[in-house]
């Protein structure tokens, strides 16, 4: 299974973008910001079914913000999810496919645009497919607590994502996301998997925070990335969905316990109520200050740049201008 692409897409990526690419931001905020309607267990996954070609739209804001890469709208999207909602196997699997092929679709419009245009300081962006954390299936907030319950072990989550990857893999992204992973149970069942299905296109895998010392589940950090760093399969590793406030110590943190390219994309700060479903009131960081602090992240050592929840195009905007005019 997989293309062949090996680790070098992702690092001659990295190197076009003078040693920093950007990710893209929040993609469930701006489908909102157009008005869907996605307060569902399949979240920004809904419009999948409802409105594809928003997805699509939203992808090419960001690229036309500057994004080097575009995470696909799988993150909520599972198997299991979709037979709840009444669909069939195929058409689960057929969403999934899709979520893929609208990031293709935009990337390559976006890029048959401006490719040959003087001035211009975009990439040829690459397409991530999202594999959000078993918690975020369950939509009960457990991706921020990575307390699972004693019946879920490891052939059990194994069992739960594998059908998915093995979806979006043969979907043809350029490489895997793994995000707002709470535990080092679900770590080694994501490493085990690439393993298992010998993927051979490039992967991320990220930790969600939410005391910026630990992933959620209280595991240390060292714990979690001693099994990354074990695995070939496994290309870049970091921290999503947590305070842009808690990354500059994780990236030096994360600086110690690894050599692979360290990935970070924080939301705006606001902290998410998984179960009143709701965004509550916080300290939150401005395009201003994710411009400021992008360059930071960056010298520390983060190879890989974005945004997550409440992050918009307009963030991600701010993020490309400051490291690409400064690297």
């Known amino acids: 299974m997989g293309f062949g692409n090996g680790t070098s897409l992702l690092e001659d990526l990295i190197d076009k973008a003078g040693g920093c690419a950007v990710i893209d931001g929040g993609f469930a905020t701006q489908l909102e ?43 909520q999207a599972t198997i299991p999810g979709f037979l709840f909602r009444g669909l069939s ?24 645009t401006i490719r040959n245009i003087p001035g211009k300081s975009y990439n040829r962006a690459l397409v991530a497919a999202s594999i959000g954390s078993y918690g975020a299936y369950l939509a009960d907030g457990s991706e921020y607590s990575g307390c699972y319950g004693p019946e879920v072990n490891l052939d059990k989550l194994k069992d739960f994502h594998r059908r998915r990857l093995q979806v979006l893999v043969d979907a043809g992204p350029d490489l895997l ?33 939410v005391d910026g010392e630990n992933a959620p589940s209280g595991e240390s950090f060292k714990e979690c990335f001693d099994i990354l760093n074990k695995s070939e399969k496994v290309n870049a590793v970091g921290i999503n969905c947590a305070p842009p406030h808690f990354i500059e110590s994780l990236v030096c943190k994360f600086k110690e316990l690894t050599t692979k390219a360290i990935v970070v994309y924080p939301n705006s700060g606001e902290i998410w109520d998984g179960r009143a479903k709701k965004w509550l009131p916080s300290r939150c960081f401005g395009d201003d200050k994710f411009e400021f602090f992008a360059t930071r992240w960056r010298d520390l050592g983060a190879k890989l740049i974005g945004g997550c929840c409440r992050t918009t195009p307009a963030t991600i905007r701010a993020i490309s201008k400051a490291l690409k005019e400064r690297s």
């Open 33 to 75: 910001s157009h008005g869907a309607s996605i307060n569902d267990p399949l979240w920004s996954a809904l419009c999948l079914i409802k409105d594809p070609e928003l997805i699509k739209q939203v992808h090419l804001e960001y690229l036309e913000a500057g994004a080097d890469i575009l995470v696909t709208s799988s993150y």
């Open 89 to 112: 196997l195929e058409e689960g699997e057929s969403l999934l496919e899709k979520s893929v092929k609208l990031a293709v679709e935009a990337r390559d419009k976006f890029w048959d």
């Open 177 to 209: 996301a793994f995000e707002t992973i709470p535990n080092k149970l679900e770590a080694q069942a994501c490493v085990e998997l690439l393993e298992e299905e010998n993927i051979q296109i490039p992967s991320w895998i990220c930790f969600s925070s």
